[in-house]
């Protein structure tokens, strides 16, 4: 029903910013929430944020607040996540996901990202 494309991975150096981009298809409603999370070797899926598709409202971990931003472009279906002052310990593999009321059922594939100090 739901199908997301990620992309934006990389290494960078501490301090340094990215933005990930998920491309989303299928059918996307005002009432889905859109959510990013993470995950580092040998640990457990951490949530990152989320953003409601209508942009009516975000929500942020406190280990991420006020430097990683969440946005979606209605108009070319993509959801992003802007990470500013990145750190080590935010090295993970990236996940975007679609909760369309019955939970995250939708998940893309995950995009590196690897911040060295």
């Known amino acids: 029903q739901v199908q997301l494309v990620e992309s934006g991975g990389g290494l960078v150096q501490a301090g340094d910013s990215l933005r990930l981009s998920c491309a989303v298809s299928g059918r996307t409603f005002s009432t889905y929430t859109m959510g990013w999370f993470r995950q580092a070797p040998g640990k457990e899926r951490e949530f990152v944020g989320s953003?409601?598709?209508?942009?009516?409202?975000?929500y942020y971990a406190d280990s991420v607040k006020g430097r990683f931003t969440i946005s979606r472009d209605t108009a070319k279906n993509t959801v992003y996540l802007q990470m500013n002052s990145l750190r080590p310990d935010d090295t993970a593999v990236y996940y975007c996901a679609a909760n369309g009321g019955a939970g995250w059922r939708y998940w893309g594939q995950g995009t590196q990202v690897t911040v060295s100090s």
């Open positions: 953003i409601r598709w209508s942009g009516e409202w975000t």
